[in-house]
């Protein structure tokens, strides 16, 4: 009987290379950064990427990294759910006379990791004693779509069908998935989902959707 081969040791340089493309991914910036030449770095890197003993490193090393920054494959993907399953109505509430208004003290402790960009445009609207401060709030949520699609993938909600013709079996994950979209938000970013997907399997290519947005003025000072 053989024995096992041994894995072939890692050089200096290449154990450079292993951690350097750890951080990014990018091959040849790895290999730049590991010494070898910018002319050459690609092809190197290339070469490196095809080595079975080094991408057991590589992936060696990105387990550790994950460990020692307390990062669990459930913690990526609450983040994923708090994106793809964030609810305007966090954000806004409505006074007697049916305006809009943005309400930041009332919202969920999670709700501002779905929060992408603010911007805010103060200023006078009226004259003298009618004069009052307006502040026009603007804020865009994380693609919640995107997010979705994510976390759909890593919770195998999309599986391709079996060359058999079979239709694939729906498990618990897929039920308990399809209750949570019963959420008007989370269904209206599924449904764009599945549109993406289908353009996709026709081969019209994958746009990327425009991310949710919304702007509102804030109740005036002093009303």
């Known amino acids: 009987m053989t024995a096992p081969s041994t894995p072939p040791k890692l050089r200096p340089k290449v154990k450079v290379f292993v951690r350097e493309y750890a951080k990014d991914l990018n091959g040849t910036q790895a290999a730049i950064r590991a010494g070898y030449s910018v002319r050459t770095a690609g092809a190197i890197a290339s070469e490196h990427l095809q080595k079975p003993h080094v991408q057991a490193a ?91 699609e994510n976390l759909g993938k890593h919770l195998g909600l999309f599986p391709k069908e079996p060359s058999g013709g079979t239709p694939p079996v729906q498990d618990n994950r897929t039920q308990v998935f399809l209750l949570v979209l019963q959420d008007p938000e989370a269904r209206a970013a599924a449904i764009a989902l599945s549109r993406r997907i289908a353009i996709a399997g026709e081969g019209k290519g994958d746009e990327t959707p425009a991310k949710s947005s919304s702007e509102v003025r804030n109740r005036p000072e002093g009303k």
């Open 58 to 148: 590589i992936q060696a090393e990105q387990a550790a990294r994950a460990k020692r920054l307390e990062i669990t494959a459930d913690a990526v993907v609450r983040e994923f759910a708090i994106l793809g399953l964030a609810d305007m109505r966090n954000y806004l509430r409505f006074d007697d006379k049916g305006q809009v208004y943005l309400d930041w003290a009332n919202m969920p402790e999670t709700a501002t990791k779905a929060i992408a960009e603010i911007t805010q445009e103060e200023y006078v609207e009226g004259k003298d004693e009618d004069a009052r401060v307006i502040r026009k709030t603007k804020f865009k949520l994380h693609d919640k779509v995107r997010a979705l």
